[in-house]
């Protein structure tokens, strides 16, 4: 079975400065894809980022860009000129390739707060 | 904008009580989830739906039910609730993809509190 672990329960971040999200995950598969969420405080779970395992280049969405390692198996999340509406709960999660395979494995998440 | 409901925000039930989450979607999405949110634990797949009518068990089945009797709502049942099942809930949709992982919507949650 895939396990995503994320090793930081918290971060936190000076505004206008960048931060790194860990997320390592365990696989024997080499079809899959990889996903960053966020979750604001009482908002709803919103979608960052997605990976494709078999695309060599990271993936970016603004000042969101992830560092895919898939010999290493991680996935970390940059987030650059962190502004105070990044502080939220971010979850990585994995999705296997197989077709007809819907589920996400959600590691446990990292809690950023962004300081003033 | 996709939007997934879910009927309560907060709940308050009792031991013993049967506990009906509703979750409705808009966007016409084959699949829909449900998952149990805890600190320290993340998300955790309890069941989830490819269609009418289906159902498959996630990682922690034990003690919910669920219904899907149209593709834009399911239920998440519990039978006999308890108070290892006081958490937050949460729903999500998404549309089915062979070659490609389409997102999954999330609703706002239902915070969950068994006394």
């Known amino acids: 079975a895939q396990t995503v672990t994320q090793s930081q329960p918290e971060m936190s971040v000076q505004e206008a400065e960048t931060v790194t999200l860990s997320c390592t995950y365990d696989?024997?598969?080499?079809?899959?894809?990889l996903f960053w969420y966020k979750q604001p405080p009482s908002r709803q779970m919103i979608l960052v980022i997605r990976?494709?395992?078999?695309?060599?280049q990271n993936a970016t969405e603004n000042r969101f860009s992830v560092n895919f390692q898939k010999a290493a198996k991680s996935f970390s999340l940059k987030i650059s000129d962190s502004q105070l509406g990044d502080a939220a709960m971010y979850f990585c999660?994995?999705?296997?390739?197989?077709?007809?395979?819907?589920?996400?494995?959600f590691g446990k998440g990292t809690k950023l707060t962004v300081n003033p | 904008d996709v939007k997934v409901t879910q009927s309560s925000r907060y709940l308050v039930k009792r031991t013993g009580e049967k506990v009906f989450l509703e979750c409705v979607q808009d966007?016409?999405?084959?699949?829909m989830f449900w998952y149990r949110q805890d600190p320290g634990l993340g998300l955790r797949l309890i069941y989830f739906?490819?269609?009418?009518?289906?159902?498959e068990k996630g990682d922690i089945p034990e003690g919910y039910s669920v219904s899907r009797e149209k593709k834009e709502r399911f239920s998440l049942i519990l039978e006999s609730a308890s108070t290892n099942q006081t958490s937050m809930y949460l729903c999500?949709?998404?549309?089915?993809?062979?070659?490609?992982?389409?997102?999954?919507?999330f609703g706002p949650g239902t915070r969950l509190t068994v006394t």
């Open positions: 999500a949709s998404s549309s089915p993809g062979l070659a490609y992982a389409y997102e999954q919507y």
């Open positions: 696989t024997s598969e080499s079809d899959y894809y």
């Open positions: 990976q494709e395992a078999y695309k060599q």
């Open positions: 999660a994995y999705r296997s390739g197989r077709g007809g395979s819907e589920k996400l494995v």
């Open positions: 966007m016409d999405h084959e699949n």
């Open positions: 739906s490819y269609d009418v009518k289906m159902k």
